[in-house]
DNA sequence: AGCCAGGCGGTCA
DNA sequence: TGACCGCATGGC
């Protein structure tokens, strides 16, 4: 049996709801005011009182990877007044304020994006549970690791059906071969620069500019990418511009461009913000 | 009952 | 380049 202990973090700029609920991690459930989730192959629940200033832990894994995960080392405060370009953000900002990126495991991650293509986050989720319920091992009862690459790329085609991921299956499993193989080395591509680990993402199949630049931000600590998809696209297309803005056809590429350069080295912090803030009605109804 | 989803790769003009 | 398709199907 695991060894867990219960301790305090002291946080500043913090908000556990919005930074675990904004649709950038799929796997961590709230329930009776404690956040789980699976951090390292192990079990971690968490707690924030409403505007309390500390954050309570139930864990075996130490302050110091807690700290990391949630990237509390940020000084949000710093990064939110670099992005905070216009009456949009502000918005977003005002409305979510707290919500921070998280550094998640980088295979993980990008497995997760993979399968998130033409999809939406509560058929995410589901997909994602069921395929650590079915290939992955039980950790903790009911609770699930992620499976590894190796497991990933030979678990059986009756267990990968079950997981209903759809056009997605083969890329995964693909795409698994390829790190399991070591031809992909996440760790290794997470230290080239910005371009140029984009670019080795994009190298395999199923792997296109979204879901790379997903992978760049939440797990390769790139907060100078910003993926664009169809609800980021929206967002801008309303509110920022049309086709006269941009010069042509907007496109989701000129918009990544356009993100890239207008929201400057945190631009991934403001895409996030976007992002979640498409739900604000307040935003919605300046949108209409 | 449809429509659309944190897309990608290929094709065709 | 940019527009259009097929992919496979769950969730609302």
């Known amino acids: ?9 002291p946080i500043i700029d913090f908000d556990l709801d919005h930074t675990l609920d904004c649709g950038q991690v799929f796997r961590w459930e709230k329930k009776d005011d404690w956040w789980t989730g699976v951090v390292r192959g192990s079990v971690v629940s968490v707690r924030q ?13 130490p302050e110091g990877v807690i700290r990391w995960y949630f990237r509390l080392d940020d000084d949000l405060s710093q990064i939110l007044s670099l992005i905070n ?30 399968l998130a293509t033409a999809s939406n986050i509560p ?6 549970s069921r395929l650590c319920q079915i290939v992955g091992d039980e950790i903790e009862p009911d609770y699930y690791s992620f499976p590894d690459a190796g497991t990933l790329a030979n678990a059986c085609e009756d267990d990968i059906s079950d997981c209903k991921l759809g056009f997605r299956a083969s890329r995964i499993i693909k795409a698994a071969g390829l790190v399991a193989e070591g031809e992909l080395d996440l760790d290794a591509t997470a230290r080239l620069d910005y371009p140029e680990a984009k670019q080795q993402l994009m190298l395999v199949k199923g792997i296109g500019e979204k879901v790379a630049d997903c992978v760049l931000l939440f797990s390769f600590d790139k907060m100078g990418a910003f993926p664009v998809d169809t609800h980021v696209e929206q967002v801008v297309r309303s509110y920022y511009g049309d086709d006269e803005f941009f ?24 895409q996030q913000y976007l992002f979640y803030g498409k739900r604000l009605e307040g935003i919605r109804s300046d949108l209409r």
């Open 123 to 128: 058929r995410i989720k589901n997909g994602i």
């Open 85 to 114: 370009r216009d009456q949009y953000i502000n918005a977003a900002i005002a409305g979510y304020r707290g919500l921070r990126l998280i550094r998640q495991d980088p295979w993980e991650c990008l497995i997760s994006y993979m």
């Open 1 to 9: 049996m695991h060894q867990s202990s219960m301790y305090q973090i």
């Open 49 to 61: 009182d409403t505007g309390a200033d500390v954050l309570w832990v139930n864990s075996d894994l």
């Open 247 to 270: 010069g042509g056809t907007v496109t989701k590429k000129k918009i990544g461009e356009w993100g890239r350069s207008y929201f400057g080295n945190y631009c991934g912090y403001a």
